[in-house]
């Protein structure tokens, strides 16, 4: 039998400093096609919904586990269901926005993942986190699927978006 050794990670997170104000990067997470640009894993391939404005909205994101190259899962759908969204006071204030997935497993896996929004001199501090504390026990040994590099990698392309705009549908 193994023996535990200092406590069990079940969240991972990664911050960086973003030049733009709170309201214009939460823009970009309220967005279905804001989670697309951010995605630094290559999975989610594009949206459909409208902008999330209150705990229990919702948007569909299609998906490609080819990306990952570790489930032969091909493409899916899933539903991003908002779990948490804290709009700032005013535009000084923090933010978050958190989600779940439900997708092809039955019941959901039970795992969040989101984004704090701290107002900082000349910018924010943007914390992104995975946190499968709630998940089910059988799915715990799967985490992190996306580690803190990918984290980090999507903080850049958050930066990115927010900073330059990024892709959405052509309507018609």
Do not use: N
């Not at 969240?11 to 640009?37: N, Q, T, Y």
């Not at 779990?83 to 978050?96: L, N, V």
């Amino acid at each position: 039998m193994t023996e535990q050794v200092g406590p069990v990670v079940e969240r991972i997170e990664a911050s960086r400093f973003v030049p733009a104000g709170v309201p214009a990067i939460l823009a970009v997470l309220r967005d279905p096609d804001g989670h697309v640009a951010v995605d630094a894993s290559g999975m989610l391939q594009s949206a459909d919904g409208t902008v999330v404005r209150a705990v229990g909205d919702d948007f569909v994101v299609h998906m490609d586990r080819e990306a990952l190259g570790d489930l032969p899962m091909g493409r899916y759908d899933v539903r991003v269901i908002i779990t948490a969204f804290d709009e700032p006071a005013s535009p000084d204030g923090t933010a978050r926005v958190e989600w779940t997935i439900e997708g092809m497993v039955r019941p959901p896996i039970g795992h969040v993942f989101g984004h704090v929004l701290e107002p900082v001199d000349e910018g924010t501090r943007v914390t992104s986190y995975c946190d499968w504390s709630g998940a089910r026990e059988e799915w715990k040994p799967i985490f992190p699927v996306i580690d803190a590099k990918a984290l980090r990698a999507s903080l850049g392309l958050l930066e990115r978006a927010v900073l330059r705009g990024y892709p959405r549908p052509l309507v018609g």
